[in-house]
């Protein structure tokens, strides 16, 4: 955690022309947000079809209220702003919820990467879906 989101880090991300934040208020508070990449800013090489949401995050007094739904269809909003007709994320493969809500939003697992957290070696499974 520290080194993913040290602030030299957040700051060469938030400076990445190819990468797009958008952050998800409540009654003014910051209830989650979006990263997504497009181009050579991926984490992974997808294609030329693809983007990317790297990152969807919901604090937990917020989630189950629509907002994750919400973000989700601003990347794909994104993706078809960019001509992109296919999305992927990883997603890690005990987050069950997370899995849960992204089938059900369309998403289809198409393959598995490993990464480590730490030193711990853990899967992240592939999902993509095709827009309209």
Known sequence: MDK???LK???KELLNPSSHFFFVYV???I???LKVNTGEAQS???GKDFIEIERIYIIRNYQKQGLGKYLLNKGEEIALEHNKRKIWLGVWEKNEQAISFYKKMGFVQSGAHS???GDEEQTDIIMTKRLQ
């Open 9 to 11: 880090q957040v700051e």
């Open 27 to 29: 009654n003014h508070e």
């Open 4 to 6: 993913a989101f040290s």
């Open 115 to 117: 990464f480590f957290m």
């Open 31 to 33: 209830a989650g947000y």
């Open 44 to 46: 992974e090489e997808m």
